[in-house]
């Protein structure tokens, strides 16, 4: 169904009918207003004492197209190229993961355990957005922060937003996991490492429900069991990290045992599992106890 039969564009001739046009095709009254805010730059105040305010063709156009892809399933935050993290406002576009309130979780993790470390060295891996190494990088300006993807898009939008909130400690490579950071100047070992690597298993019917159908593939899931990414980090993390250095991880509900089995199989220390609000297993990690290159 083409965007004009959804929504036709001489329905929205003012604020006010749009938001009407918008509700009556069936979209949330909190999801017309922001698409209608969108596409006209009106605030949410104006959008009330301006609903009179008229709508030229080109903007009753685009927002036409923008309530067809949302009625269509497309996620609000392509749709307005945003999303809030952590209290601030990071760009986001169909080559990123959508940014969750869950991985807050492991921000607030990673700058507990660098907290007593001055100018510390950290690394993300698989950074996207760049969500959680721009949040560190701006909590401890002292840091030398690495965000590393495969993705040259996804890298492209990390430094756009490093850019824009004034990130100035954020250094980015671009490759696979630990060999993007072969031919740059990072350190040799860090005082953290984190990462929220694709961990959703290929027969996970949730892939094709919701958001996660619009979602670039390569950032959710490994194609396997859901765990090959996490192997490859935590067997990779020994020789990559400072002594008394943690490496934290992003992974699924029902997946924090494994986890927790990988790191101290790995020879990890103070091995741990934090739960998110809804009481699910959300982020594992463990200390380097030594400063021995493992065998």
Same mark, same amino acid.
């Given at each position: 169904?083409?965007?004009?039969?959804?929504?036709?564009? #001489? /329905?929205?001739?003012r604020?006010?009918?749009a938001l009407a046009?918008?509700?009556r095709? %069936?979209?949330?009254?909190?999801?017309?207003r +922001?698409?209608?805010?969108?596409?006209?730059?009106?605030?949410?105040?104006?959008?009330? /004492?301006?609903?009179?305010y @008229?709508?030229?063709?080109?903007?009753?156009?685009?927002?036409?197209?923008?309530?067809?892809?949302?009625l269509?399933?497309?996620?609000?935050?392509?749709?307005?190229?945003?999303? #809030?993290?952590f209290?601030?406002?990071?760009k986001?576009?169909?080559?990123?993961?959508?940014p969750?309130?869950?991985?807050?979780?492991?921000?607030e993790?990673?700058l507990?355990?660098? #907290?007593?470390?001055?100018?510390p060295?950290?690394l993300? +891996? %698989? /950074? !996207?957005? =760049?969500?959680?190494?721009?949040?560190?990088a701006?909590?401890?300006?002292?840091?030398c922060?690495?965000?590393?993807?495969?993705? &040259?898009?996804?890298?492209?939008?990390?430094? =756009?937003?490093?850019?824009?909130?004034?990130?100035?400690?954020?250094?980015?490579?671009? =490759?696979?996991?630990? !060999?993007a950071?072969a031919?740059?100047?990072?350190?040799?070992?860090?005082?953290?490492?984190v990462?929220?690597?694709?961990?959703?298993?290929? /027969?996970?019917?949730?892939? %094709?429900?919701?958001?996660l159908?619009?979602?670039?593939?390569? &950032?959710?899931?490994?194609?396997?069991? @859901?765990?090959?990414?996490?192997?490859?980090?935590?067997?990779?993390a020994p020789a *990559?990290l400072?002594?008394?250095?943690?490496?934290?991880?992003?992974?699924?509900?029902?997946q =924090? #045992?494994?986890?927790?089995?990988?790191?101290?199989?790995a020879?990890f220390?103070?091995?741990?599992?934090?739960?998110?609000?809804?009481?699910?297993?959300? *982020?594992?990690?463990?200390?380097?106890?030594?400063?021995?290159?493992?065998?």
């Amino acid at each position: 169904m083409s965007p004009v039969s959804v929504i036709p564009p #001489e /329905t929205l001739a003012r604020v006010a009918d749009a938001l009407a046009a918008l509700t009556r095709a %069936g979209l949330p009254a909190l999801e017309a207003r +922001m698409l209608v805010s969108h596409a006209t730059g009106l605030s949410r105040v104006q959008l009330i /004492t301006q609903d009179t305010y @008229g709508i030229d063709e080109a903007v009753r156009q685009q927002l036409s197209e923008l309530a067809a892809r949302r009625l269509a399933g497309e996620p609000m935050a392509y749709l307005l190229g945003d999303r #809030e993290f952590f209290g601030r406002t990071f760009k986001v576009t169909p080559a990123v993961l959508i940014p969750r309130p869950d991985t807050e979780l492991l921000v607030e993790q990673a700058l507990d355990r660098i #907290e007593e470390r001055d100018a510390p060295d950290v690394l993300d +891996m %698989g /950074t !996207g957005s =760049g969500i959680i190494a721009i949040t560190i990088a701006l909590a401890r300006r002292d840091a030398c922060v690495w965000a590393t993807d495969a993705s &040259a898009d996804a890298l492209a939008v990390a430094m =756009g937003n490093a850019q824009a909130l004034g990130a100035a400690n954020l250094h980015a490579a671009l =490759g696979d996991w630990y !060999g993007a950071l072969a031919e740059t100047d990072a350190p040799h070992v860090f005082d953290l490492i984190v990462s929220n690597p694709p961990y959703i298993a290929a /027969t996970d019917e949730h892939l %094709g429900q919701g958001d996660l159908r619009f979602e670039p593939p390569s &950032a959710l899931t490994d194609h396997d069991d @859901g765990l090959r990414h996490l192997r490859t980090i935590v067997s990779g993390a020994p020789a *990559c990290l400072a002594a008394d250095g943690w490496l934290l991880l992003e992974h699924g509900y029902d997946q =924090g #045992e494994a986890v927790r089995a990988l790191l101290t199989q790995a020879g990890f220390a103070d091995v741990f599992t934090a739960q998110d609000l809804a009481s699910h297993d959300r *982020c594992s990690g463990g200390r380097w106890p030594t400063a021995k290159t493992p065998a």
